[in-house]
T-cell receptor, first 116, second 114 residues
Framework: GAVVSQHPSRVICKSGTSVKIECRSL??????MFWYRQFPKQSLMLMAT?????????EQGVEKDKFLINHASLTLSTLTVTSAHPEDSSFYIC????????????FGDGTRLSIL | GENVEQHPSTLSVQEGDSAVIKCTYS??????FPWYKQELGKGPQLIID?????GEKKDQRIAVTLNKTAKHFSLHITETQPEDSAVYFC?????????????FGIGTKLQVIP
């Protein structure tokens, strides 16, 4: 069964809206979560690393004020796309490590964001 | 940083035939190599992984090989079935402790023709 739950699976909204995506680890505590963005027919691009109780680490070129990440508990990280515009439309995927960094990371099922 | 190259980008095989996907990596510090299968509209699912202290690993119809010297690793799927059709990603992760980020290849779209 799924070990990482991501919600919602699909969002369609108007330009200027802020959208929050949740990523939950099921049955384990995730001290580190990763947020990815995937364009059609392309690979996963890491946006940021989310650490429980501290600020996220953003990859080069990713606007931290645009993509707000909060990892307030060991089982939940959220990504908020602020004032979304059509160019933010994409597939967003989260993944989580457990507390053992030698274990594989598990991915959520992604969120399809469409900004009109 | 790490660079992972993957080929082919698309692969069509007849049902029952084998499929091979190859990847290379650039950073000799990478020591963990997972393979993910992504179906349309879903997140990637881990199908097999290999660590740098192992040369080959097999799980039923799926096998992965690793050549550390050449920095090559490959995925082999035998007796392919239509449900194997998906996009496959190779990836590499460095050691050194902590939660190191994974670098993905560009993906291979596998089509198994019934």
């Amino acid at each position: 069964g799924a070990v990482v739950s991501q919600h919602p699976s699909r969002v369609i909204c108007k330009s200027g809206t802020s959208v929050k995506i949740e990523c939950r680890s099921l049955d384990f505590q995730a001290t580190t979560m990763f947020w990815y963005r995937q364009f059609p027919k392309q690979s996963l691009m890491l946006m940021a690393t989310s650490n429980e109780g501290s600020k996220a680490t953003y990859e080069q070129g990713v606007e931290k004020d645009k993509f707000l990440i909060n990892h307030a508990s060991l089982t939940l990280s959220t990504l908020t796309v602020t004032s979304a515009h059509p160019e933010d439309s994409s597939f967003y995927i989260c993944s989580a490590f457990g507390q053992d960094s030698n274990q594989p990371q598990h991915f959520g099922d992604g969120t399809r964001l469409s900004i009109l | 940083g790490e660079n992972v190259e993957q080929h082919p980008s698309t692969l069509s095989v007849q049902e029952g035939d084998s499929a091979v996907i190859k990847c290379t990596y650039s950073d000799s510090a990478s020591n963990y190599f997972p393979w993910y299968k992504q179906e349309l509209g879903k997140g990637p699912q881990l199908i097999i992984d290999i660590r740098s202290n192992v040369g080959e690993k097999k799980d039923q119809r799926i096998a992965v090989t690793l050549n550390k010297t050449a920095k090559h690793f490959s995925l082999h799927i035998t007796e392919t079935q239509p449900e194997d059709s998906a996009v496959y990603f190779c990836a590499a992760r460095k050691g050194g402790g902590g939660y190191q980020k994974v670098t993905f290849g560009i993906g291979t779209k596998l089509q198994v023709i019934p």
